[in-house]
């Protein structure tokens, strides 16, 4: 089965504080995408990030970093120096290959609060 | 903003009500998804439709129907409401669809927050 598991439901931090999100994937398609979206307070959902499964490069864009181990199945976001506009829900998503028309499985969310 | 807008932004209605929630995807986008977040389920995949026609189905309820319109809008339409379809619906596009492979980003709207009441 295909399932998201972003095992950490609240985190908070101080401003300034670096926080990770952990995020967890199951498939079993040897092709598939991973995403990181963002909810701000105001509601919409915000694309982050897409990383398919043959780049395991990690990336970095500003003071976001991803980390991507298909080891361990994981897809984990860290927030460097964390700022009060970090504030947000954050969900980790799945769309998976073969037979897929690109449907996006979430997790359930982590909430960050950044306190000043 | 990702160039994805939705109608209206808040509808507020009663039990055994009808409504119809729209979306107008991105330019050039012919793929639509339907998205529903409640707080006891989380987002889940409702339904896609591709150039107008209907892709994949989720978790959609029978009281629920969707179609994607000539000019790529696409309209959900929520029928004999119950208390527990109070939600957030999210309309998403991205570029194509007709490949087996989930290469597409997918940009969302602001979503409809739907209330029944």
């Known amino acids: 089965a295909q399932k998201v598991t972003q095992a950490q439901t609240e985190i908070s931090v101080v401003e300034k504080e670096d926080v990770t999100l952990d995020c967890v994937y199951e498939t079993r398609d040897t092709t598939y995408y991973l995403f990181w979206y963002k909810q701000p307070p105001s509601g919409e959902l915000v694309f982050l990030i897409r990383?398919?499964?043959?780049?395991?490069q990690n990336e970095i864009s500003g003071r976001y970093s991803w980390n991507f181990q298909k080891s361990t199945s994981s897809f984990n976001f860290t927030i460097t120096a964390s700022q009060v506009v970090d504030s947000a829900v954050y969900f980790c998503?799945?769309?998976?290959?073969?037979?897929?028309?690109?449907?996006?499985?979430f997790g359930q969310g982590t909430t960050l609060q950044v306190k000043p | 903003d990702s160039g994805v807008t939705q109608t209206p932004k808040h509808l507020i209605t009663a039990t055994g009500q009808r409504v119809t929630l729209r979306c107008s995807p991105r330019s050039g986008d012919l793929s639509v998804y339907w998205y529903q977040q409640s707080l006891d389920q989380g987002l889940q995949f409702l339904i896609q439709?591709?150039?107008?026609?209907?892709?994949a189905k989720g978790n959609i309820l029978e009281r629920f129907s969707a179609q994607q319109f000539p000019d790529l809008h696409s309209e959900l339409n929520l029928s004999s409401l119950e208390l527990g379809d109070s939600a957030l619906y999210f309309c998403?596009?991205?570029?194509?669809?007709?490949?087996?492979?989930?290469?597409?980003?997918?940009?969302f709207g602001p979503g409809t927050r739907l209330t029944v009441l």
């Open positions: 998503a799945l769309s998976y290959g073969s037979g897929n028309t690109g449907k996006l499985i």
């Open positions: 998403a596009s991205s570029a194509g669809g007709r490949t087996s492979r989930p290469t597409d980003t997918q940009y």
């Open positions: 990383r398919n499964s043959f780049d395991e």
């Open positions: 439709y591709y150039n107008g026609e209907e892709r």
